[in-house]
């Protein structure tokens, strides 16, 4: 009678454990194939997880990288300055590109030993822009680069420093900059200004607006809904004074009212009614479709670029390796894995992004969501 019933133990204890490791090995397959119904769930809760990580870059520390933009996870460019002199007069520019597995320098067609490149976009995988300039005895000068999918040619040059390109299509292209000319009168004279440029398809149109102020970036909605931001400065050399927004409807670039002191460094459009900017002292702007409006912000360090995904998702970075975070609630600060300063940001989805700066930087950023399934056994 008792070798029955230690066997009926035994048999229980070992069916017991059968139902226990299936029923692990069906959560187990729940949590790969991401939550895949089964019998008396609750509904699944997902957790984000990004993260920041460096990149191995192709460029010494002695170059900057100042722009990247991305139309996928196997092709994106970044652009940039190799130094500067004891007189401030540029080492010259280069260009990255990503394949996929690797960032590689590129040539560039054309000679452009004093330049640096500030900004670059891509249009699609054969039509990308870079835009760039210096400055020289007083004046400034810029420059423009096309990629047509084989090569990067320089396409003209342009009497300001440019400092940011935007496109709302391959024959409608926008870049924003300053313009500096010194007359050689006595005593000398500084003429400088925002600048604005457009390309129709054919050619470089400028339209330079003066007025001692200077644009840092451009962002398109569409052909007639565009922003740039930058600074108003009284005296010369530039210091800045005020916070600078213009806004472009189709016909002309205007100034538009807008709240603090800050200079601005970076504009980003969401739609029409939704966009940011920010800049020095650690300034976010909000633009609601009728006025811009500041946002707490986590920190005071200049931010530099801004990349918006959505309304409740974006990212700007800026000084000493600062990543900051939009949730469509508050900017947080998140953790960065370097301290050199970061001077741009883009993201190709939620899920990945790139961030490039100072001493050939690059970050790339992936998300990975894991569901987890709180079984119920009734």
């Not at 300055?81 to 560039?108: A, E, T």
Request: proline content about 4%; glycine content about 12%.
């Amino acid at each position: 009678m008792s070798g029955t019933t230690a066997f009926n133990h035994r048999s229980v204890l070992s069916a017991s454990l059968t139902m226990f490791l299936s029923l692990g090995s069906l959560l187990m397959l729940a949590w790969v194939f991401h939550g895949r119904d089964i019998s008396h769930a609750n509904a699944a809760s997902v957790q984000d997880i990004g993260t920041w990580a460096v990149v191995s870059s192709p460029v010494p520390i002695t170059y900057s990288l100042n722009s990247v933009a991305a139309v996928s996870n196997s092709d994106g460019w970044a652009v940039g300055s190799k130094g500067h002199g004891p007189n401030g007069v540029s080492y010259g520019p280069f260009i990255l590109h990503w394949d996929g597995n690797k960032w590689s320098q590129v040539p560039i067609s054309g000679t452009m030993p004093f330049d640096d490149l500030e900004s670059v976009i891509m249009v699609s995988a054969n039509d990308a822009w870079a835009v760039g300039g210096g400055d020289w005895w007083g004046d400034s000068f810029g420059s423009t680069l096309h990629w047509d999918g084989n090569t990067w040619d320089k396409m003209g040059e342009d009497l300001s420093y440019l400092k940011s390109v935007a496109a709302v299509s391959a024959g409608d292209v926008w870049a924003v900059g300053v313009y500096q000319h010194t007359q050689l009168t006595i005593p000398r004279t500084t003429i400088f200004g925002s600048a604005t440029t457009h390309w129709n398809g054919n050619t470089w149109e400028g339209l330079i607006t003066i007025g001692r102020s200077g644009l840092n970036s451009v962002a398109m909605v569409s052909t007639d809904d565009g922003w740039a931001v930058g600074y108003r400065t009284w005296v010369y050399p530039p210091g800045e004074f005020q916070s600078l927004i213009l806004h472009w409807d189709g016909k002309g670039w205007t100034k538009v009212s807008v709240p603090g002191t800050a200079s601005l460094m970076s504009v980003a459009m969401v739609s029409p009614n939704d966009g940011w900017a920010v800049g020095k002292e650690g300034a976010i702007l909000r633009w609601d479709g009728s006025t811009w409006s500041p946002v707490s912000s986590p920190v005071t360090v200049t931010l530099y670029s801004v990349a918006m995904v959505s309304s409740a998702d974006g990212w700007a970075v800026g000084d000493i390796g600062t990543i900051l975070h939009w949730d469509g609630s508050v900017w947080s600060q998140v953790t960065s894995p370097v301290t050199q300063t970061l001077k741009s940001v883009t993201m190709i989805s939620a899920n990945e992004g790139w961030a490039v700066g100072k001493e050939g930087t690059i970050l790339h950023y992936t998300n990975f969501k894991r569901m987890y399934l709180p079984l119920v056994v009734r």
